[in-house]
């Protein structure tokens, strides 16, 4: 169990926790570390260490708290998941998409556009610091619903109350919350909305269709009214059980299209990186123009993508060729078009347009032949993605953009 744990840890990646030990360290005395994993665990005696705070910094201003296991916990903290997780997931709401086998973000973002043509209203929930506000209590209550091994839910209990270690060394407690970056963490949130949100929404409002992807969630209503209603009714249920919900980013939202009419002053709302909007589409089949409420890829994920090609500062590595640019830009580049190309992938066509600009000045940096001479050297470049369109996944993208 711990040697399977390990290897999934390892396929995952991440960085070092507060013994700023890495996934490579580790290896290296691979049967040792392993063994006293095994060992502590099996004796009862495992104790997790501190997770290492690391705040991310959010467009808006504020912070995403992550908290980082050690290598070694995070392998503790798979082998206890790779217990509980096949006795929770048949439980689970086939409308629960995140941290799933079989289910994905993308997946929602697809059932969610069907419903959204179905169902003139949504209700777009925002849980306000969910990871941080949930109960240790009730979720070692909500454990005991599924497993009744007394060692799971000992170490669920320490890594609930595990501290958060400061970069200053020092030591936050915690009474309440699951710090993201653990690995068990996304099970034991789904767990948690799936007793307080998932299981009360099947019996309340059976008729009422709804998309969870960890704390992201959308409910689908027919009527303005309804929408108001239930709306309150999620959040008295929420309230109960120690969550509450944002009141500026929880809002209604009329899924306006061509054919429903009416000013609201909600008519849009972002879920899982993809703003649904009403937008102009030609139907494939008639090619005849209309209005659709659709999604495509968010201002906000827009943003974020361009400051990540920004990062790279591509066009001042010179020493670089551009098959060595491409093996670096393109895991996530082609990460960006397999997610956010599946729905309205024109939109990228832009993002993609302007990792050519910064390759084009990367060129006229390296090359004197294109010193200051942008228009010839674009035209070069394009001569080599058409003859040599795998050097980059945006290449690839473009030309299958162009034959179709």
Same mark, same amino acid.
């Given at each position: 169990?711990v040697?399977?744990?390990?290897?999934?840890?390892?396929?995952? &990646?991440?960085?070092?926790?507060?013994?700023? $030990?890495?996934?490579?360290?580790?290896?290296?005395? /691979?049967?040792?570390?392993?063994?006293?994993?095994?060992?502590?665990?099996?004796?009862?005696?495992?104790?997790?260490?501190?997770?290492?705070?690391?705040?991310?910094?959010?467009?808006?201003?504020?912070?995403?708290?992550?908290?980082?296991?050690?290598?070694?916990? #995070?392998?503790?903290?798979?082998?206890?998941?790779?217990?509980?997780?096949?006795?929770?997931? =048949?439980?689970?709401?086939?409308?629960?998409? &995140?941290y #799933?086998?079989?289910?994905?973000?993308?997946?929602?973002? &697809?059932?969610?556009?069907?419903?959204?043509?179905?169902?003139?209203?949504?209700?777009? /929930?925002?849980?306000?610091?969910?990871?941080?506000?949930?109960?240790?209590?009730?979720?070692? !209550?909500?454990?005991?619903?599924?497993?009744?091994?007394?060692?799971?839910? %000992?170490?669920?209990?320490?890594?609930?109350?595990?501290?958060?270690?400061?970069?200053?060394?020092?030591?936050?407690?915690?009474?309440k &919350?699951? =710090?993201?970056?653990?690995?068990?963490?996304?099970?034991?949130?789904?767990?948690?909305l799936?007793?307080?949100?998932?299981?009360?929404?099947?019996?309340?409002?059976?008729? %009422? =269709?709804?998309?969870? *992807?960890?704390?992201?969630i959308?409910?689908?209503?027919?009527?303005? #009214?309804?929408?108001?209603?239930?709306?309150?009714?999620?959040? $008295?249920?929420?309230?109960?059980?120690?969550?509450?919900?944002?009141?500026?980013?929880?809002?209604?939202? *009329?899924?306006?299209?061509?054919?429903?009419?009416?000013?609201? =002053?909600?008519?849009?709302?972002t879920?899982?990186?993809?703003?649904?909007?009403?937008?102009?589409?030609?139907?494939?089949? !008639?090619?005849?123009?209309?209005?659709?409420?659709?999604?495509?890829?968010?201002?906000?994920?827009?943003?974020?993508?361009?400051?990540?090609?920004?990062?790279?500062?591509?066009?001042? #590595?010179?020493?670089?060729?551009?098959?060595?640019?491409?093996?670096?830009?393109?895991?996530?580049?082609?990460?960006?078009?397999? *997610? *956010?190309?599946?729905?309205?992938?024109s939109?990228?066509?832009?993002?993609m347009?302007?990792?050519?600009?910064?390759?084009?000045?990367?060129?006229?940096?390296?090359?004197?032949q294109?010193?200051?001479?942008?228009?010839?050297?674009?035209?070069?470049?394009?001569?080599?993605?058409r003859?040599?369109?795998?050097?980059?996944?945006?290449?690839?993208?473009?030309?299958?953009?162009?034959?179709?």
């Amino acid at each position: 169990m711990v040697l399977k744990a390990w290897k999934h840890v390892k396929a995952k &990646g991440g960085g070092a926790g507060i013994d700023g $030990q890495t996934i490579e360290n580790f290896e290296k005395n /691979l049967q040792d570390n392993l063994y006293k994993v095994w060992n502590r665990m099996s004796s009862g005696s495992y104790f997790p260490p501190a997770v290492k705070k690391s705040d991310i910094p959010k467009e808006n201003g504020r912070k995403r708290t992550l908290g980082i296991p050690t290598v070694g916990d #995070r392998v503790a903290q798979m082998v206890v998941t790779r217990i509980l997780e096949p006795k929770v997931e =048949p439980m689970f709401h086939p409308d629960s998409y &995140g941290y #799933r086998p079989g289910k994905s973000a993308i997946k929602a973002v &697809g059932i969610t556009r069907q419903r959204c043509w179905k169902n003139n209203w949504v209700i777009d /929930l925002d849980i306000e610091g969910f990871f941080d506000e949930i109960d240790h209590r009730l979720m070692i !209550e909500m454990v005991r619903k599924y497993t009744d091994e007394q060692w799971v839910l %000992l170490y669920i209990e320490r890594w609930l109350k595990a501290p958060m270690q400061k970069e200053d060394g020092s030591r936050e407690l915690r009474e309440k &919350g699951t =710090p993201q970056g653990g690995v068990i963490s996304p099970l034991l949130a789904n767990i948690y909305l799936h007793e307080v949100f998932d299981s009360w929404m099947q019996k309340e409002f059976p008729a %009422l =269709p709804f998309e969870r *992807y960890a704390d992201d969630i959308i409910v689908h209503c027919h009527t303005e #009214r309804q929408a108001t209603y239930v709306l309150e009714k999620i959040r $008295q249920r929420m309230k109960q059980w120690g969550l509450t919900l944002h009141p500026e980013k929880t809002k209604i939202v *009329y899924c306006k299209d061509g054919n429903r009419k009416g000013d609201y =002053p909600h008519t849009k709302f972002t879920f899982l990186g993809y703003e649904f909007r009403a937008r102009r589409v030609q139907n494939a089949r !008639e090619g005849n123009i209309f209005v659709s409420f659709t999604p495509a890829v968010s201002t906000k994920a827009q943003k974020s993508i361009r400051s990540i090609i920004r990062s790279w500062r591509l066009s001042i #590595r010179t020493p670089m060729t551009l098959e060595s640019i491409g093996k670096v830009v393109n895991p996530a580049v082609s990460g960006w078009i397999n *997610y *956010y190309g599946v729905y309205r992938r024109s939109m990228l066509t832009p993002i993609m347009d302007q990792l050519d600009i910064v390759l084009v000045k990367w060129a006229m940096r390296k090359y004197k032949q294109h010193h200051r001479r942008f228009t010839r050297t674009l035209q070069w470049l394009n001569t080599i993605a058409r003859h040599q369109p795998d050097l980059f996944a945006h290449w690839t993208w473009k030309l299958r953009m162009a034959e179709q």
